[in-house]
Nanobody
Framework: EVQLQASGGGLVQVGGSLRLSCAAS????????IGWYRQAPGKGREGVAC????????YYADSVKGRFTISSDNAKNMMYLQMDGLKPEDTAVYYC????????????????????WGKGTQVTVSS
């Protein structure tokens, strides 16, 4: 059974940092495009960061470039999102996902719907 579980969220002040983790089971991250999404109250789902395992490339939403860093540890089958310089607009539930497709324009989408989609973790940035 494919499972992804995000953790590490919490309440942080503006300018602070958090590191989110994503544990996967039932499949491996190796060779896939993996990433993070978020959804703020009353807003749609937004792709935050993506990492392509086969070539090591990273992609970020403009809103988080220079502040967020995506990484993975294949040995542990874990994915991470280091978030620095947090802003109130970063407040959202963060989700990890795998088996993404990256377009030539550097955007990405889910290849198989919600098949590789995890439970989220709440991040709240207070001003």
């Amino acid at each position: 059974e494919v499972q992804l579980q995000a953790s590490g969220g919490g309440l942080v002040q503006v300018g602070g940092s958090l590191r989110l983790s994503c544990a996967a089971s039932g499949f491996t991250f190796g060779g896939r495009a993996i990433g993070w999404y978020r959804q703020a109250p009353g807003k749609g789902r937004e792709g935050v960061a993506c990492f392509t395992e086969n070539d090591g490339r990273t992609y970020y939403a403009d809103s988080v470039k220079g502040r967020f860093t995506i990484s993975s540890d294949n040995a542990k089958n874990m994915m991470y999102l280091q978030m620095d310089g947090l802003k109130p607009e970063d407040t959202a539930v963060y989700y990890c996902a795998a088996d993404l497709v990256v377009t030539k324009s550097g955007t990405w989408y889910l290849r198989n719907g919600m098949d590789y989609w995890g439970k989220g973790t709440q991040v709240t940035v207070s001003s």
